[in-house]
């Protein structure tokens, strides 16, 4: 709760043994955050966990308890290390069933493909008793929420197609407003000016972001921003808040901040 504003939180849970040992890198998180910040909710804890039922069903329970929704990514597949959606079931007491209408969906799906129903296939319809699926647009096979708890597929694809499909449904809070503010200044020349202002605004959120020498490209953020830039910046400094008249206020201090920091 920031002032009058309330902001919704986000956990985040990465699930499976590729992304620890380096074979796989996570791409969700990002894809999470652009689609939640807009929405006003901010991603509080984001972990990255093995494919073991014990693990699964303990962050679950925790992530789930700290923040208003929980999102998951990964285990949902054929395979037998898939077993996310096993370990939610277990985990909130709802035995898996086959859900009738994603069968259909699916096996029309792999009839097109010349590709008939098997066990394996049968394993990615089957949805906790009682729980809402999500749809999946690219290969049709759910996910499925249950209480708060967003269980989604973890290749990026469909992972983003998924929370797509979710863009109706997810209502969040208070969107925080963001602005980017470029300098030539080193961080050193700026820090101490820069944590007395962030003291003075305890509500608003600094951020500094150095760029390495010979870096030129400059990064997408994740929330929409208004950029002043200096020529050879070498840092980003980006404020946001839920109030504009707060976010405007600190911008121009930090103008006035930077120009003194420069003599």
């Known amino acids: ?10 956990t985040f849970l990465a699930i499976g043994n590729e992304l620890l040992v380096g074979r796989t890198q996570e791409k969700n998180l990002q894809s999470l955050a652009r689609f939640l910040n807009p929405r006003g909710i901010n991603i509080v804890e984001a972990r990255l966990i093995l494919d073991r039922q014990t693990e699964i069903r303990k962050a679950a329970r925790t992530l789930s308890r700290r ?12 395979t037998h290390d898939d ?13 898996l069933e086959i859900s009738e209408s994603h069968l259909e969906q699916l096996s029309a799906f792999h009839k097109t493909r010349g590709e008939s129903m098997n066990e394996a296939r049968l394993k990615m319809v089957r949805l906790p008793r009682g729980a809402e699926a999500i749809d999946n647009p690219v290969s049709i096979a759910p996910g499925f929420r249950i209480e708060n708890v967003y269980v989604l597929a973890g290749v990026p694809q469909v992972f983003k197609a998924m929370l797509d499909s979710l863009a109706d449904k997810i209502v969040g809070g208070v ?8 300098t030539s200044l ?4 700026f820090a101490e000016q820069l944590a007395l202002l962030q003291q003075e605004y305890p509500e608003s959120e600094i951020g500094s972001y150095p760029r390495l020498q010979g870096d030129k490209t400059d990064k997408k953020s994740t929330i ?14 980006v404020v946001s808040d839920t109030e504009q008249k707060r976010l405007s206020e600190l911008v121009q201090k930090l103008h006035i901040m930077l120009k003194k920091s420069k003599v």
Request: glycine share 8%.
């Open 224 to 237: 929409s921003v208004k950029k002043t830039v200096a020529t050879n910046w070498k840092n980003a400094i």
């Open 1 to 10: 709760m920031l002032g009058n504003a309330k902001i919704e939180t986000a």
């Open 186 to 189: 080193y961080e050193s020349e």
């Open 175 to 182: 969107a925080r407003l963001s602005e980017t503010i470029h």
């Open 67 to 78: 923040a208003d929704f929980l999102f998951t990514s990964g285990g949902i597949g054929p």
């Open 83 to 95: 077993i996310t959606s096993a370990a939610i079931a277990a985990e909130f007491g709802c035995p």
